[in-house]
């Protein structure tokens, strides 16, 4: 039987949980932890040997895995879990090959917009929660947003007094991004409160949502990691669900720092409600595992269930939060349960769509991209090849718009490729002819030599210093680096951080591991400039799309 526990003593329950299972199955890292050994998926509660339901869902209900767990055990079965963006789920949808039995994204919209084939049945809200701004509270009192209703003009005002900055995942990535971003859209078109295409195309919604994006100071494709991201970081805001400004905050409070104000835009709020489908593949043989979903689906609809979601900062399927609960949502800082949300209508499939290209393409910060890429004689021949194929996939246009990652007109991408020394640097402007024409230039480079990657990701430094000083500001920039081994030129990590710290600037270096590069190496750049290393060892054209989510 799930308790109940104060929110702070709930969580460490929880990582004390999840830790033993971690432990007990020696499982390995990836995109999330594994709670099985050499499991082929991200999750695995109970019977690995007996798995009767596997899942795609969001990260976001990652915290749940212990309730997981429990219910596996107490049916003595297994229950496979992958994590995916919600986006992605949507994606997977669209392509009629799920290869799950039951979808679990974060929001309904996406079963919406992705069910083309019509694969999903039984679905159901288990959760809800609102996305929303969390503010230093000092700073949200300045600002007057800890007074009376707080509009989405009040917060392009105070970007545009330049008393505002927030932390943001992608539209284009993540659905609390996504959420947010469509909220502010439908805020800004006025009328009768419903998205559509006249609506996108006019010139004041345009330019008003182009303010707001520009108070973006980072980016993320994952409403997990923005947590990650705010705790560690020197940030004044975040735009995440409710659930995980209340998980901030316990951290923040834990470490003695400022706690977030929670700021609900009463006219562009959007709500998350965790559905959770069947994938119906139309055999009969499938009844079964049908019986065994609905009955997956129950456990989470229960009484004592919903309890335990309400205990990690989340409202109960029917929005409502038990009085037992409402300790976890503390008023001081804002969290209001008494107050009826009226939350937006979201807009047909196809305005959807053509809303997060216009985000992808026009109202976002431009994005500045330098690409450190290693050509070392160990990459030559496999290497260098699989490179060429991920760097296909997000350089050349027509394959950057599929996935969502065609950039803006104003987008500036580098590449620093490196051997012994640095090779040269190659620029790009926009999103179209000019990358094409990048793409062609880099895989004309051949490979051979040392593994200089401090010198290239220096030089990557240097460029953004003296090539854009101050107008920095005006882009959301990012290092991403590839290497597949040791590095062994002169410089080494301790230089590279003096040179870091010495800029005093806020560019994320990321990293790609692959083939036999040093993870150690990598989780150093990431720790020195609040970013993280991507795994392609398995998937390198999947981790270099999942970097680019992150500028």
Not at 443 to 450: A, R
């Amino acid at each position: 039987m799930i308790g109940k526990y104060r929110f702070s003593t709930l969580l460490k329950l929880l990582v004390a949980v999840v830790a033993v299972v971690f432990l007990a199955a020696c499982g390995e890292s990836s995109e999330s932890e594994s709670s099985a050994n050499n499991s082929q998926y991200d999750f695995v509660a109970g019977q690995e040997s007996d798995i009767q339901l596997t899942i795609v869902a969001g990260s976001e209900n990652e915290i749940l895995e212990p309730m997981l767990t429990q219910y596996a055990e107490e049916q003595d079965i297994g229950i496979a879990v992958d994590y995916l963006g919600s986006l992605d789920i949507m994606r997977l949808l669209q392509s009629g090959e799920v290869g799950y039995d039951a979808v679990w994204p974060a929001s309904t919209i996406w079963l919406t917009v992705g069910d083309d084939h019509s694969l999903l049945k039984h679905a159901q809200s288990t959760s809800l929660t609102p996305i929303i701004f969390g503010v230093k509270q000092s700073l949200a009192e300045e600002l007057g947003f800890t007074e009376g209703d707080v509009y989405t003009e009040d917060i392009i005002q105070a970007i545009n007094d330049g008393e505002l900055k927030f932390a943001m995942t992608s539209a284009t990535q993540s659905n609390s991004g996504a959420s947010a971003y469509l909220g502010f859209l439908t805020a800004l078109a006025g009328g009768d409160g419903t998205l559509t295409e006249e609506t996108l195309a006019d010139e004041q919604v345009q330019q008003a949502i182009t303010e707001l994006l520009s108070g973006v100071e980072r980016s993320s494709g994952s409403s997990n990691w923005l947590v990650d991201l705010f705790v560690t970081g020197n940030y004044d805001a975040m735009v995440n669900y409710e659930t995980l400004i209340i998980q901030a905050n316990q951290q923040l409070a834990d470490q003695g720092k400022e706690e977030l104000y929670a700021v609900y835009p009463v006219d562009g709020l959007s709500m998350a409600d965790s559905p959770l489908a069947y994938v119906d593949n139309g055999e009969e043989s499938d009844a079964e595992q049908e019986e065994t979903f609905l009955a997956f689906q129950e456990f989470l609809l229960s009484d004592e269930t919903q309890d335990f979601i309400e205990q990690t900062g989340r409202r109960s399927a029917m929005g409502t939060v038990r009085d037992s609960n409402r300790q976890v949502f503390d008023a001081s800082l804002g969290f209001d349960l008494d107050t009826v949300i009226n939350p937006i209508r979201f807009p047909s499939a196809a305005v959807i769509q053509q809303s997060l290209n216009l985000y992808q393409t026009q109202f976002k910060k431009p994005a500045l991209t330098v690409y450190v890429l290693d050509y070392s004689g160990s990459m030559s021949g496999d290497g260098i090849e699989q490179m060429q194929a991920a760097l296909e996939q997000v350089l050349v246009p027509e394959n950057a718009e599929q996935h969502l990652l065609l950039g803006t007109n104003q987008d500036k991408t580098h590449v620093v490729p490196f051997e012994d020394g640095v090779m040269d640097i190659l620029d790009a402007s926009g999103n179209s002819q000019e990358m094409t024409t990048l793409y062609e230039e880099v895989m004309e480079i051949d490979s051979g030599g040392g593994t200089a990657m401090y010198e290239g990701i220096d030089a990557a430094l240097t460029l953004l210093d003296q090539e854009y000083g101050a107008d920095l500001a005006n882009y959301t920039p990012a290092i991403v680096v590839l290497t597949d081994g040791r590095p062994n030129g002169a410089m080494n990590f301790d230089d590279l951080e003096a040179r870091y710290q010495e800029m005093g600037r806020d560019i994320p270096i990321f990293s790609i591991l692959f083939a036999s590069s040093e993870e150690e190496k990598m989780e150093e750049l990431a720790n020195l400039t609040n970013a993280r290393v991507f795994d392609g060892r398995g998937d390198l054209i999947n981790a270099f799309k999942q970097v680019k989510g992150y500028n």
